[in-house]
């Protein structure tokens, strides 16, 4: 796998500064361009480096990479996914996540981020994260002839 085939990952790193191991996780998300599981990152940093981290290195740098905005966490998924846009960190973004082949497409839109706000606002409600998972077809398996 070439670490630097993420070339078009538009991740926004800003000024963050990433340590080697933050950097190496977030190499291998952007190159995936798929959810990933913590345990399977393990795996991949294992395979990157040959030498097999501690699962609680690897959460460390899952929640850094979050807190600062550059991966996002698919709960229905239990999974991490390099973000694929440079919105706000405050930007509800929601995913599309297809069944039938597993890919997942992230979308922002500012007529979701205004009712989002208006809706948590209506409840007095500080939200923390805004993440929206949609499940179901993608336009390309939704267009595939069913040939099983
Ligand atoms: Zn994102
Ligand atoms: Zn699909």
């Known amino acids: 796998m070439s670490d630097n085939g993420h070339a078009g990952c538009a991740h ?8 080697p191991a933050r950097q190496l996780v977030l190499d291998k998300l952007c190159a995936a361009r798929r959810p990933v599981g913590a345990y399977d990152m393990i795996d991949i940093v294992a395979d990157a480096t040959g030498k097999r981290p ?7 740098a899952l929640d850094f990479l979050l807190e600062n905005g550059l991966v996002h966490r698919l709960a229905s998924r239990n999974a991490y996914m390099a973000c694929a846009h440079r919105h706000a960190r405050s930007a509800p973004v929601a995913f599309l996540i297809c069944d039938q082949c597993g890919c997942v497409t992230e979308a922002t839109s500012p007529a979701v981020e205004t009712s989002l706000e208006q809706l948590a606002a209506a409840s007095g409600f500080r939200a923390q994260t805004r993440v929206i998972e949609l499940t179901g077809v993608c336009r390309a398996c939704a267009d595939a ?3 099983l």
Do not use: D, N
Request: charged residues 15%; aromatic residues 6%; hydrophobic residues 35%.
């Open 12 to 19: 926004a790193h800003g000024h963050i500064r990433l340590t």
């Open 145 to 147: 002839p069913e040939t």
């Open 54 to 60: 501690a699962p609680v290195s690897i959460y460390r």
